[in-house]
């Protein structure tokens, strides 16, 4: 039922669930995450993250399918990050779905290593057709003698923490708002694929042409961020949008300039971190008055981002 990834030495040992889809782990996914270190010292068991891969609406075809904020893989890392020694995935499925809300916690309980405690959202729901809740969760856990917490959901400037929220803020614009939520700036990821190649050759300002593959897009315009690669953080400008001083382009294109990089990156998977908007995306009448936008948009983000602390 749950694939583990567990310390070597703590195969065999008893464990609590921390359960969710932990999509961004986001502040208010971090709160369960706490809760679930406090649970396996209280119960002398080792704390896992479990979440569900794929996601679940992405099975049950439940309008919109969410842009997911994360990959799988870094998903699992920042659950390690926030203090779970372990990670569990459960493979969504259809059949998954369909088991009803005793039967899904029957599977939780027979597993090996040993449950001892399972940490939840207050709102969270399981079982076919969600009919299954903290409520229930609790009473069958109690009566087995198993430790539970329901966490509340995280709240801040009265609007409450989640992952729909983040999409909706980064979406509109709220960069600011969004980052608060998450508790590090929104990425975008993608791998490095061939582009027009104009910036490069025309503008001795090569840059990286992303097809993204996870994270919202902002609106249009020009971002100061840092892209991620092979753990290193570079400092980049960042355009999205339509190229209009080269004729436009018929969709949206991601592309990032890392400021003093050379190398070639074509084929690399790429995390885009953005920090700030530096401005909208707009028609240069000539190549040379682009030349000196993008040396303003260098030295401006480089001024911003020396002054903000990275991830």
Known sequence: MIKFELPADKKT????????????????HRRIIRELVEMGKRTGATP???TFIPHPREI????????????????????????AEGVGIIAFSRKLADTPPQGFTDGLLTLEPAVR??????????????????SFLEGELHRRGIAFSAVPELQMNGTIVSSSGIRDAIAAGDISGASEMLGAA????????????????SLNAPTANL??????????????GWVVLDGKHF????????????????????ECHLIGFSGDLYHRHLAVEIAVKLRSERRFSSIGELEKQIRDDCKQANELLSRMEKK
């Open 13 to 28: 040992h008893p464990v609590v669930l921390g359960i969710g889809v932990f999509d961004g782990v986001h502040r208010g």
């Open 48 to 50: 896992v993250a479990v």
């Open 60 to 83: 049950l075809g439940a309008p919109p399918l969410p842009r997911l904020l994360l990959p799988p893989e870094e998903r699992l890392r920042r659950l390690r990050e926030a203090g």
């Open 117 to 134: 405690g399972i940490c939840v959202g207050s709102q969270w729901r399981f079982g076919r057709d969600g009919k299954g809740d903290t």
């Open 186 to 201: 929104p990425c975008l990821y993608g791998e490095v694929v061939p582009g027009c190649g104009v910036a490069g050759k």
């Open 211 to 224: 097809r993204i593959d996870f994270g919202v897009l902002p609106p249009d315009g020009v971002y100061a």
């Open 235 to 254: 400092a980049a400008v960042t355009n999205i949008g339509f190229s209009p001083t080269f004729g436009g382009t018929a969709e949206r294109r991601v």
